[in-house]
């Protein structure tokens, strides 16, 4: 090989090297530092601040949602699914501030199984699931009053859902108005 071609062929290298790292999944925050992202993890389908721009929580490929220091960086708390083969995670959600909820650090997580489920996020506790049977949840959001949440996935339903936080208390979603807005927009769309 000439000692041109040797050049491109180390040039090439490092470019594709340089390329794959630029491709490696980072999260920028203020100052240009970026939230240690290991090499090895899943894909980010979403990524969202808390209310008080504490904490930034990365929902991930792996059903995973990782908690990170906004100042630092740093990994704070890990949500873990305990399913045996979770499916991605993709969307979070952080409650509002709330007189009518006390408690803080409340993050809903929407899952690709049709689960969505409530998070204590600063003792890693899942306290509240709930299932959407037949369905893969992609989207899900709070009303500013943190007093509803809604979700919406590939069976093109929109739910809302009163923030049952409690195991204890039934669960049943409020569909009738939201659906059949998204209902009526679909077929819209569909016709012309």
């Known amino acids: ?31 240009g530092s970026s939230i240690g992202v290991e090499d090895e993890l899943p894909e980010t389908y979403c990524v969202r601040f808390s209310p008080d721009d504490r904490l930034v929580a990365a929902a991930a490929g792996d059903g995973t949602v990782r908690v990170y220091s906004s100042n630092s960086g740093k990994l704070s708390f890990t949500l873990r699914n305990t ?20 408690t803080k650090n409340i993050l809903i997580a929407a899952n690709s199984d049709g689960t969505v489920r409530h998070w204590h996020v600063t003792s ?42 409690s195991p204890t208390q039934p669960h049943q979603p409020q569909q009738a108005a939201v ?14």
């Open 83 to 102: 399913e045996l083969y979770p499916l991605p995670t993709t969307c979070v959600r952080w409650r509002p501030a709330s007189a009518q909820h006390k």
């Open 1 to 31: 090989m000439s000692g041109q071609a040797a050049a491109a062929d180390k040039s090439a290298d490092k470019t594709g090297a340089a390329a794959s790292r630029r491709l490696a999944p980072r999260v920028v925050i203020a100052g």
């Open 124 to 165: 890693e506790k899942n306290v509240h699931t709930i299932k959407e049977e037949g369905n893969e949840v992609y989207a899900v959001d709070y009303r500013p009053d943190a007093e509803q949440f809604a979700t919406a996935g590939k069976d093109y339903q929109a739910r809302t859902h009163a923030p049952t936080i």
């Open 179 to 192: 659906y059949r807005s998204v209902s009526l927009l679909r077929t819209s769309v569909s016709d012309g």
